[in-house]
């Protein structure tokens, strides 16, 4: 009489249905019926001839045994979960032969970041620069209410880092310090994101007695004139006196923060200028490199660049590849800002969980704008679900909800929304 083995063998070309199964564990999280278009070698084939993509998720058997990031192909047109037995086999080579043939009788597939402690919230949309690439300036011109940001700190209690970073100058908050200050009492780091014009002997001293762990400042070219034709109303030299002036301060009255970073875009006639930029920032005490990034080509912002600067769209690959090119030999300049992370202990990463099977996206972080709503990421500028509000609800309450789960359980799963198109995490291939 054949073993377990040998009669499964002989059917792998089926599969088990765990459309009820699945249901009963969380029907909410369900692909999204409009997303954006897969790659073609993402399709595979059901027994039945139909045509399904496969997703990650945890089976459970037997009430106790649990298989992790099983393949399981779901069928859009029927909206139904199959395990395929070819992949059992696969999976369970050397199990018990009661294993090979047992029922799945539970399903989690709630794979991607759950435990957050980076939050990264607009402090203002206000800039003193007019940056013709800014999505920043078509925003409407506020500033987040102090009395509001304390409360999202009560409702985030296991935040460990916040990035006051957003669409506009950090420093033009007049509640800025303020808004440090509770974060500091707390133990919280702070870390923003300048354009390094507003760095007074006044403004550095603030900066190192309330321990901002961190200040990146945008550059986009070591030249002057072709500094201020990306960043409108910024004066370059400005820029190094005020880095100099905070190394300086920093250094000799002992303080360990802020480190100071470096971060901009290139466009098309800047695409190889990244060594020199970083060589110059160096020299005026610049110490991490964070990145560089070219235009964004983003639905949501490509509609506000002026018609003169479409054709940079063109050339977002190549500048693309010259940054990567480029970055290796930044890092052997300046430290590179993963390791800034590490050593300070901020989790901080843009990837998350990877998802072996397509492009993802899983950031460890939760972005919210200076209205307290939570979106995907910065790049998406209008709240997705007033439920998702850091000043009314509690984070732990936030994430557990159907909607926002369903929302990173596709993002997970390589589903992105249509609003998602043009980003880099919808075409990147997993290593």
Known sequence: MPDSTDRLSATTKSSSDITSVW???????????????????????????????????????????????????????????????????????????????????????????????????????????????????????????????????????????????GEGEPLMHKGFFEMAGMARDRGIKVMIISNGSAFSQSVVEKLCEYQIAYVSISIDSANPQTFSQSRIDGELDRVWAGIER???????????????????????????????????????????????QPLNPMTSYVRIYPSEQLAQLQTVGEVSRCIERDTERAHRVLKPMAQFCAEAGIDFDKVGRANPLRPSCDEQWVYSLLSGDITPCCQIKSPVSDRWNLFRAKLEDIVREPDYENFRFNLWNGFFPRYCQGCWKTTRRPS
């Open 246 to 292: 905070l190394r300086k301060y920093r250094d000799e009255q002992g303080y360990r923060y802020p480190v100071i970073a470096l971060k901009g875009t290139l466009f098309s006639h800047t695409r190889d200028e990244l060594p020199e930029i970083v060589e110059a920032a160096k020299t005026h005490g610049v110490e991490v490199f964070e990145s560089f």
């Open 23 to 165: 249901n009963r564990c969380h029907p909410h999280l369900q692909p999204l019926a409009d997303a954006l278009p897969l790659d073609p070698g993402d399709a595979c084939l059901l027994p039945d001839g139909r045509r399904g993509v496969r997703l990650l998720a945890h089976l459970r058997f037997k009430g106790e045994r649990w298989l992790h990031e099983a393949p399981i192909v779901f069928d859009p047109e029927r909206r139904r979960y199959h395990f395929l037995d070819e992949d059992r086999l696969a999976l369970l080579q050397g199990q018990s032969g009661e294993l090979l043939t047992a029922e799945v009788d539970a399903v989690d597939a709630r794979l991607w970041f759950r435990e957050p402690t980076f939050l990264n919230i607009e402090p203002t949309t206000r800039c003193n620069y007019a940056c013709w690439y800014c999505i920043g300036r078509h925003m409407k011109q506020e500033d987040i209410q102090v009395e509001d940001f304390a409360r999202m700190l009560d409702n985030f209690p296991t935040v460990k880092t916040i990035a006051l970073v």
